[in-house]
């Protein structure tokens, strides 16, 4: 059984409107999404603003209430606890935020931050709060000195180290990586994303590395889930991304990407057309309006994901329609 | 490249601030030509001076608090001593900016159609329904569906990709001979990216207009720009073509930022750890005394901490700041800091 087990999870928001402010609709965030993690795995969840990839990962450790679906963690369905009851859990599944800013405390020093945290859960006894705290803002690379500062003293960089000090200290075992580099500049960015790997390999964690940017995702993560619109689209280990990826939003992600040499310039992939709303999606697969290969049947109704470790949701490339013809005569 | 004559000439460009702190220069002796029909790149981290540079030659700095020295020379004028009348018939007319966020700049209680306007009423002499005609078919020209519908339209009605591809319309509609496109694509989505480059190339192309592209995205600056000026903590610190620049950098830091981005499909091994920089870019209030990179530098010797180094000019036009230029032939491993 896998450490984490995801099925059929949807998420809507209400989209309140009119002068009363009722309920007139629902915003389609994450429909119908299955998915394993194993332990000590790193998978990468890509996609473009507005796919549902941050939501997933709030839904999937409870900082929001799922529509539907379960959520196994290690075993036990989490998905309708209740606040105490969740209690235990919380301390094992930590997020890291893209903001490193808005989610520190703006008026807590590191040591009262990390110290918070650490009584809380009751992680360490009184006594050893100090050195406790002293040795995680060393395990994340920053100087002793800094446990006296506040956030703001920090560039983006540094916070965002004590933003993975904060989730580490409860000794957690899935963390879920929110766009943890996407603030930051690119030499910075790799100092972080090597923290972020040195740490997985020494505490054993299982990460959930959200992200936009497919180049990050393919470097750090060992399996890739592309989303689109609130639905995976596309599975595949991530060394095979390049090679193997079949369904055609993931390889116009791939071709859109600007390649890092300029002897090698070619046409950028260009999509037509818009991302439709999250609040009324058209029936079938919600890369129609886009798609390069649509047909008739993409409009009715939503492909499957399907295959056995690399899943596509595709009619055209999993029954291409010559096949379904021959099928018919 | 070199017989034709720049549009744009900026001779020892500084830019200095007077803050709480003291004066604080976060642009220091920038020289560069931009010429018709080319991109230059500019690339950076965040607080080298990249849009610093640029809104200085656009003068859109606080003037109370900014003292500009050098020259910047447009057309015979120097735009950093010419007075304000004669800015506003520079700005979007001869010179035309698109910045970072498409939603704050653009106006959110006119329309996409009276904005348009507004920019060509200022600076053209065409009636009113010429000039409508004209806004629809700049809206055209960047791919925006049913322009005539979209003109009516207010900011916030459209998606972030549009907004950026109306700034574009507003900022070409009076045909400008220097586009300066600060960080274009920086809050889009890859797809819509790629989208917003490829206008602005097939532009490039079809109006002859001379972009200057700033960007900290090295893919970008690849696929698009033709010369690269590299800076860091305020100076240039290299600047040749793209394809130098990429496939024989000379300064030690452009090397190390090259490495340190996670390759597509490369060769990397996964779980390996990417060649990061170590530390961070020197505050500009504490700058060392000689080179600005050596804290970082994996070559740094005793000289480079007594004396910074000039921006030596090779014989093939290649420009570096560093007393030990990488040799330009080897292969080096640089900035592999583990």
Known sequence: MAFIEIRNLVKHFPKRGGVLNRVVGKVHAVNGVSFDINQGETLGIVGESGCGKSTLGKTMIRLLDPTEGTIRFDGHDIADLGPAAMMPYRRRMQIIFQDPYSSLNPRLTVRALLKEELSFHKIVPPAELEPTILKLIETVGLRPDSADKFPHEFSGGQRQRIGIARALAVKPELIIADEPVSALDVSIQAQVLNLLKDLKEQFGLTVMFVSHDLKVIEHFCDRILVMYLGYVVEEIDADRVHEKAKHPYTIALLGANPIDDPDDRRPLVVLKGDVPSPYNPPPGCPFQTRCPKVEDRCRREMPPLEGDGHRVACWVVNEPADAVAAGAE | ?338
Request: aromatic fraction near 6%; charge should be neutral; glycine fraction near 6%.
């Open chain 2, 1 to 338: 490249m070199n017989d034709r004559s720049p549009c744009l000439r900026v001779r020892h460009l500084c830019t200095s601030f007077r803050t709480d702190r003291g004066p604080v220069t976060a642009v220091d002796d920038i020289t560069f030509d931009v010429y018709p029909g080319e991109t230059l790149g500019i690339v950076g981290e965040s607080g080298c001076g990249k849009t610093v540079t640029s809104k200085s030659i656009m003068r859109l700095l606080p003037d109370h608090i900014t003292r500009y020295s050098g020259e910047a020379d447009f057309r015979g004028t120097n735009l950093l001593t010419a007075d304000e009348s004669k800015m506003r018939r520079v700005r979007g007319d001869s010179i035309a900016m698109i910045f970072q966020e498409p939603m704050t700049s653009l106006n959110p209680v006119f329309t996409v159609g009276w904005q348009l306007d507004e920019a060509l009423k200022y600076h053209t002499s065409l009636n009113k329904r010429q000039r409508r005609e004209r806004s629809v078919e700049m809206l055209r020209l960047v791919d925006i569906p049913n322009p005539e519908k979209r003109i009516r339209e207010y900011p916030h009605q459209l998606s972030g990709g549009m907004r950026q591809r109306v700034m574009i319309a507003i900022a070409l509609c009076c045909e400008p001979e220097i586009l300066i496109a600060d960080e274009p694509t920086t809050a889009l989505d890859v797809t819509i990216q790629a989208q917003i480059l490829d206008l602005m190339n097939g532009l490039k192309s079809k109006l002859n207009t001379a972009i200057i592209l700033i960007t900290h995205d090295l893919g970008v600056i690849a696929q698009t720009a033709d010369r690269v000026m590299v800076m860091y903590a305020g100076r240039v610190i290299e600047s040749a073509s793209v394809h130098d620049i990429f496939h024989r950098p000379q300064h030690p830091y452009t090397k190390a930022l090259l490495d340190s981005i996670p390759k597509a499909g490369g060769t990397e091994k996964q779980g390996d750890r990417l060649p990061a920089i170590r530390g961070m870019v020197p505050s500009l209030f504490e700058l060392p005394k000689g080179c600005r990179f050596q804290e970082r530098c994996d070559y740094a010797e005793q000289r480079c901490i007594d004396l910074e180094p000039e921006l030596v000019t090779g014989d093939d036009g290649r420009q570096v700041r560093c007393h030990f230029p990488l040799d330009a032939n080897a292969k080096l491993t640089v900035g592999a800091t583990s």
